[in-house]
């Protein structure tokens, strides 16, 4: 499992009650993006239902260059476009919550949190650089972002 994977799995599993569905992840060698999402279109609008899941591409090829923070990051806000597609306010309040959500999970997980005891091993080495004291760095990264 990639790192991409480990992140992804661990922080979508973790959203799981808050998200309308679990975008299915496509890890690519992609260099024009980062992070992108798809949907099917109706009439010029995603449709996003169970029905009509989209999907999460994350490029590793430029993802390698990401510290844990932005990982985080990118696909917390490729999630957030689930409810709201286009960048408006909603979208960026719901990044936040999710990139805090997200790093509630990866403190649990790294805390031995029972919650993850599903996830294997070689899941946990992907997260063995990740500092629990990001708390602080988070509030000044966030105030930027």
């Not at 992140?7 to 993006?33: G, M, Q, R």
Request: proline share 2%.
């Amino acid at each position: 499992m990639t790192k991409i994977r480990a992140y992804y799995n661990v922080i979508t599993d973790w959203l799981n009650t808050w998200l309308s569905h679990k975008p299915e992840l496509t890890v690519t060698n992609a260099k024009t993006y980062i992070g992108k999402i798809w949907a099917i279109e109706h009439e010029g609008k995603p449709l996003i239902d169970t029905e009509h899941p989209c999907r999460i591409f994350l490029s590793q090829y430029n993802a390698r260059a990401l510290g844990e923070l932005e990982l985080v990051d990118t696909i917390c806000h490729e999630l957030a476009h689930i409810e709201h597609w286009e960048h408006t306010e909603e979208h960026k309040e719901l990044t936040k919550t999710y990139r805090t959500r997200a790093i509630e999970a990866i403190q649990a997980l790294l805390a031995g949190h029972e919650y993850f005891n599903k996830f294997n091993l070689k899941t946990l080495e992907h997260f063995q650089n990740f500092d629990v004291s990001y708390n602080r760095e988070l509030n000044e990264y966030y105030s930027k972002h």
